[in-house]
């Protein structure tokens, strides 16, 4: 399955677009900085 992974520095945002797209269906992870983004992707 595929997952997406939204990368913003607007914590409330990222939350509202992980739960819309999970309402329609698709797997989506939110990262905050550089850091986290850069381990989320090595998983």
Same mark, same amino acid.
């Given at each position: 399955?595929?997952? #997406? !992974?939204?990368?913003?520095?607007?914590? $409330?945002?990222?939350e #509202? !677009?992980?739960?819309w797209l999970?309402q $329609?269906?698709?797997?989506a992870?939110?990262c905050h900085?550089g850091?986290?983004?850069?381990?989320a992707?090595a998983?």
């Amino acid at each position: 399955m595929s997952e #997406l !992974l939204l990368i913003d520095d607007d914590q $409330e945002l990222c939350e #509202l !677009l992980v739960s819309w797209l999970a309402q $329609e269906g698709f797997v989506a992870r939110a990262c905050h900085d550089g850091q986290s983004a850069r381990a989320a992707l090595a998983e």
